[in-house]
Nanobody
Framework: QVQLVESGGGLVQTGDSLRLSCAAS????????MGWFRQAPGKEREFAAA????????YYADSVKGRFTVSRDNAKNTVYLQMNSLKPEDTAVYYC???????????????????WGQGTQVTVSS
């Protein structure tokens, strides 16, 4: 079992930056593909970014490409989402997720993730 805890959310202004962290406990993350998803009020949860176990492969939603960067530090059992040039439309609850054990590739499909954190709120004011 993997427990995930996100942190780093908050209220910022348009153009600001935030770095989200996702700390894992229970098992090492080093063999898990990891993803970041987000859910805005009244909307479905959507893919934001994903990273393979080694960090060698990353995927981004078109809406965040060029502004967000996903990374990981397996020694610290932590995954990060650096968010720059934030926009009001980035306002959402952000969730990190881990794929099933043995699934070390990145995926944009939320149904391929077995473990989820509780989420952290990001609010971008205009």
């Amino acid at each position: 079992q993997v427990q995930l805890v996100e942190s780093g959310g908050g209220l910022v202004q348009t153009g600001d930056s935030l770095r989200l962290s996702c700390a894992a406990s229970g098992r090492t993350l080093s063999r898990y593909g990891m993803g970041w998803f987000r859910q805005a009020p009244g909307k479905e949860r959507e893919f934001a970014a994903a990273i393979s176990w080694s960090g060698g492969t990353t995927y981004y939603a078109d809406s965040v490409k060029g502004r967000f960067t996903v990374s990981r530090d397996n020694a610290k059992n932590t995954v990060y989402l650096q968010m720059n040039s934030l926009k009001p439309e980035d306002t959402a609850v952000y969730y990190c997720a881990a794929r099933n054990s043995g699934s070390n590739f990145a995926s944009i499909n939320q149904y391929q993730y077995a473990y989820w954190g509780q989420g952290t709120q990001v609010t971008v004011s205009s």
